[in-house]
C-alpha cells in the first residue's frame, strides 16, 4: 500500500514538473501576452503598444493585452515587469524615461540594464516646441529673450520626470542658456489641457498631438526636435537651424521582457514586430502619428541604444536645476 501510494506521488510530481517546465520558443505563446505601458492611457507610449499589439496578436496567435501602470516615473511598471515571470507573457513597453530611472529614481533600486532584458525599439517618436497663444512670443529668438528676462518664469510641461518631452526641454535649457519651471503630469493630454488654458507656458509632444491645435491658433509651434524638419510641418524650423548646433532629442519606444527571458523567446517576438512594422496599415499609422520605425530590430541594437541614452541623458540632468 505504501508503495502504490509513493508512486502516486510520483505520478503527481511528474505531472506537476510537466506543466511546470518552461515554454520553448516553438510552442511560445500558448496563452494571452500583457504588454504593461510604463505611462498613461491615450499617450505615445500606449498608441504604439496598442498599434503593434493588434497586429501582433495575428502573427503570434494569441491575444495582446495593454494595460497601462503610469506613475512612478515608471517604476511601478518596471517593477511589476522585473519580478514578472520569465517566460515571454509579462512585457514592458516603455519611453525615453527607461534611459534615466537610475539618474532621477535612485531609490527604487532598479537597474533597467540589469533588470531586465531588451527586446527591441519599436519606435522614434520626434517633438515640437510649442507656446502658449497668451504668451508675447512668436519665435525661439523672442523665446529666449523672454526666458531670460523672467528667469524661471516660463513653465514647461511634461508626462512626467524623464519622459522624451521633458530631457528634450532640459537640453533646450542648457543649450540656450535659459531656465524654464519644470511641471511634471501624470499623462499627457493632462500636460495639454493646461497649454491650452494658460496654466503652463510652453510644451514639447508630437506633431499630430499639436497639429488641430496650431491650425486654429490655440498654441505657437517653435521648433522640431529632429535633426531634420517634419514633413506634416515643414515650414516649422529645427533647433539646429535656430542655433542650437547639434540638438536632437526625439523621444521614443521600446520592448522589454524580465531577466533571464530566454533568447528564442525574444526572437519569436521579434518575429511580430517585425511583421507588424511591414504592415501596410501600420505603417500608415505610424505616418499619421509622425512616428518613425526604428533602424534596426531586436536585442543587440536597443541594448546599445539604451547605453549611450543613459550615458548622455545623465549628463544633462545633472547639470539641470530642476
Known amino acids: 500500500m505504501k508503495l502504490k501510494s509513493l508512486a502516486r506521488l510520483g505520478a503527481v510530481a511528474a505531472l506537476v514538473a510537466a506543466f511546470a517546465a518552461p515554454v520553448t520558443a516553438a510552442d511560445y505563446p500558448t496563452r494571452p501576452i500583457t504588454m504593461i505601458v510604463g505611462s498613461g492611457a491615450g499617450g505615445i507610449n500606449d498608441l504604439i503598444a496598442r498599434i503593434l499589439g493588434e497586429h501582433m496578436s495575428r502573427t503570434l496567435g494569441q491575444p495582446v493585452v495593454v494595460e497601462n501602470q503610469p506613475g ?20 514592458l513597453v516603455n519611453g525615453s524615461v527607461h534611459s534615466v530611472v537610475g ?17 527591441s525599439l519599436l519606435a522614434g517618436v520626434p517633438l515640437i516646441l510649442t507656446v502658449a497663444k497668451a504668451l508675447p512670443i512668436t519665435d525661439f529668438a523672442s523665446l529666449v529673450a523672454y526666458a531670460k528676462e523672467h528667469p524661471n518664469q516660463l513653465t514647461f510641461g511634461s508626462n512626467g520626470r524623464g519622459s522624451g518631452a521633458h530631457l528634450a526641454a532640459e537640453l533646450v535649457k542648457s543649450m540656450a542658456g535659459v531656465q524654464f519651471k519644470h511641471i511634471p503630469y501624470r499623462t499627457t493630454p493632462q500636460a495639454l489641457n493646461d497649454l491650452l488654458t494658460g496654466r503652463i507656458s510652453i510644451m514639447l509632444g508630437t506633431v499630430t498631438m499639436f497639429s488641430p491645435h496650431i491650425d486654429s491658433g490655440e498654441v505657437r509651434p517653435i521648433a522640431v526636435s529632429t535633426g531634420e524638419r517634419s514633413a506634416l510641418v515643414p515650414n516649422v524650423p529645427t533647433f539646429d537651424e535656430l542655433g542650437l548646433k547639434g540638438y536632437e532629442a526625439s523621444s521614443w519606444t521600446a520592448l522589454y521582457a524580465p531577466k533571464g527571458t530566454p533568447p528564442e523567446i525574444i526572437a519569436r517576438i ?28 531586436g ?15 545623465s549628463t544633462v540632468l545633472r547639470a539641470s536645476q530642476d
Open 103 to 119: 539618474e532621477l529614481y535612485p531609490k527604487s533600486g532598479i537597474d533597467v540594464q540589469k533588470d531586465l532584458e531588451s527586446v
Open 299 to 313: 536585442p543587440k541594437y536597443l541594448t546599445s541604444y539604451l547605453d549611450k541614452d543613459i550615458a548622455r541623458w
Open 270 to 297: 521579434n518575429t511580430g514586430i517585425a511583421a507588424a512594422l511591414a504592415d501596410e496599415e501600420v505603417k500608415k499609422r505610424f505616418v499619421q502619428l509622425g512616428l518613425i520605425a526604428p533602424p534596426e530590430l
Open 72 to 91: 512612478g516615473g515608471s517604476t511601478i511598471a518596471i517593477s511589476q515587469v522585473a519580478k514578472a515571470t520569465p517566460d515571454g507573457y509579462t512585457l
